[in-house]
């Protein structure tokens, strides 16, 4: 793996440079699926919506004719 030199000069402090590297990854790999899953989420709920409606309104019928 290269690095910047701007990175690379970062890291210089650091003890266990591998480790740190390998952490820092981990997480960005983590919150990538994050955002992901997130995104997949996020189309689920919008090309849903029109059903949730008619299916909340349908109850709500069903609730009021039981009323009358």
Do not use: M
Not at 37 to 51: C, K
């Amino acid at each position: 793996i290269t690095l910047p030199d701007e990175i690379a000069k970062k890291l210089e402090n650091k003890r266990n440079k591998s480790r740190f590297i390998a952490i820092a990854l981990e997480e960005k790999l983590q919150r990538e699926e994050r955002e992901k899953l997130n995104r997949l989420l996020l189309e689920g709920y919008r090309a849903t919506s029109g059903e949730d409606a008619k299916v909340q309104a349908d109850w709500e019928k069903a609730g009021i004719e039981e009323w009358d």
